[in-house]
């Protein structure tokens, strides 16, 4: 498995931008999909998007379409969640996930980075 750190959460207004990185290290990152899901307090997780592993692929939720945009740099080991125009609905742990390619579960989560919009 590979392992993953998440960083760049924080207390943002609404209306802000936070950039979430994810680092990955432990194996060959360019062979997998990676996401973002998030928990906020007394929900479930939930996913937020998600990336293939050539970066040629996104996917999101409804909840974020237009606001948040996934990236990754295989060079870096790094994927990234560029979160944009944020909501106090926004706030939540937000986590990274790696699924390696031909699976079909991830295996590998970080340990979670807070995200909290003020109204």
């Known amino acids: 498995q590979v392992q993953l750190v998440e960083s760049g959460g924080g207390l943002v207004q609404a209306g802000g931008s936070l950039r979430l990185s994810c680092v990955a290290s432990?194996?060959?990152?360019?062979?997998?999909?990676m996401a973002w899901f998030r928990q906020a307090p007394g929900k479930e997780r939930d996913f937020v998007a998600a990336?293939?592993?050539?970066?040629?692929?996104?996917d999101y939720a409804d909840s974020v379409k237009g606001r948040f945009t996934i990236s990754r740099d295989n060079g870096q080991n790094t994927v990234y969640l560029q979160m944009n125009n944020l909501r106090p609905d926004d706030t939540a742990v937000y986590f990274c996930?790696?699924?390696?390619?031909?699976?079909?579960?991830?295996?590998?989560w970080g340990q979670g980075t807070q995200v909290t919009v003020s109204s």
């Open positions: 990336i293939n592993w050539r970066g040629s692929s996104t």
């Open positions: 432990g194996r060959i990152f360019s062979i997998y999909n």
């Open positions: 996930a790696a699924k390696r390619i031909g699976t079909d579960e991830f295996g590998s």
